[in-house]
């Protein structure tokens, strides 16, 4: 069984909701420079360069960069919870199955070309400001994740499953953090121990 999730209007929507294709290339442009070089790195005259588009053009998507900053994440988040929602989907009655495919995939992004940690950490720690609305949506992610972790800790029947959820979104953090710089495919072999460890331990 599949499951088909559409990822979030981002931008401008057209008239008639749907997605405007100028404000996907815009985001296409943006989002590998924001992840490589960093959000605040990057302006949004660099941005409009790369995707060829004019500043009345680009503002009349994104009325700010910051709201650009969110689309990128948001469409990140979309992303990792399409791939967990066909997970679950694929191994209903699996949880553990369910965590092991998280960490393969954790694994194959840390061992991947041009690796640079968590969008959603590296996010939050460029924009300090909790009540901020790029901040918001790194929180809102996150929230999300230990929601799931929670979720499939109950499912495996441990004892304090909000515990073993902190513990594990702690190794996910540790490894995208870690990974950096260090061998990736040592860090996943960690991350791997560590969290059976956890499980085994609950």
Same mark, same amino acid.
């Given at each position: 069984?599949?499951?088909?999730? /559409?990822?979030?209007?981002?931008?401008?929507?057209?008239r008639d909701g749907g997605q /405007?294709?100028?404000?996907r290339r815009i985001l296409a442009a943006a989002a590998p420079r924001f992840y490589l070089e960093g959000i605040r790195a990057v302006s949004a005259d660099a941005v409009m360069a790369d995707a060829g588009v004019t500043k009345v053009t680009f503002y009349r998507h994104f009325p700010?960069? #910051?709201?650009?900053? =969110?689309a990128y994440l948001e469409t990140v988040a979309a992303a990792e919870r399409q791939a967990v929602t066909l997970w679950r989907t694929e191994h209903p009655d699996d949880p553990r199955s369910v965590l092991a495919a998280y960490?393969?995939?954790? =694994?194959?992004?840390?061992?991947? #070309?041009?690796?640079?940690?968590?969008?959603?950490?590296n996010a939050a720690a460029e924009y300090p400001e909790v009540t901020h609305p790029v901040r918001?949506?790194?929180?809102?992610?996150? =929230?999300?994740?230990?929601?799931?972790?929670?979720?499939l800790a109950a499912d495996l029947g441990v004892a304090d499953p909000h515990s073993?959820?902190?513990?594990?979104?702690?190794?996910? #953090?540790?490894?995208? /953090?870690t990974g950096v710089g260090v061998e990736p495919a040592e860090v996943g072999q960690a991350l791997r121990r560590a969290g059976l460890a956890v499980l085994h331990a609950a």
């Amino acid at each position: 069984m599949t499951v088909e999730l /559409s990822a979030p209007v981002i931008g401008r929507p057209t008239r008639d909701g749907g997605q /405007s294709e100028v404000a996907r290339r815009i985001l296409a442009a943006a989002a590998p420079r924001f992840y490589l070089e960093g959000i605040r790195a990057v302006s949004a005259d660099a941005v409009m360069a790369d995707a060829g588009v004019t500043k009345v053009t680009f503002y009349r998507h994104f009325p700010t960069k #910051d709201r650009l900053v =969110e689309a990128y994440l948001e469409t990140v988040a979309a992303a990792e919870r399409q791939a967990v929602t066909l997970w679950r989907t694929e191994h209903p009655d699996d949880p553990r199955s369910v965590l092991a495919a998280y960490a393969a995939q954790l =694994e194959a992004q840390l061992c991947g #070309d041009g690796f640079r940690g968590c969008p959603f950490l590296n996010a939050a720690a460029e924009y300090p400001e909790v009540t901020h609305p790029v901040r918001a949506v790194a929180e809102r992610h996150r =929230e999300w994740l230990r929601g799931v972790a929670e979720e499939l800790a109950a499912d495996l029947g441990v004892a304090d499953p909000h515990s073993v959820a902190a513990q594990l979104v702690l190794l996910r #953090d540790g490894a995208m /953090s870690t990974g950096v710089g260090v061998e990736p495919a040592e860090v996943g072999q960690a991350l791997r121990r560590a969290g059976l460890a956890v499980l085994h331990a609950a």
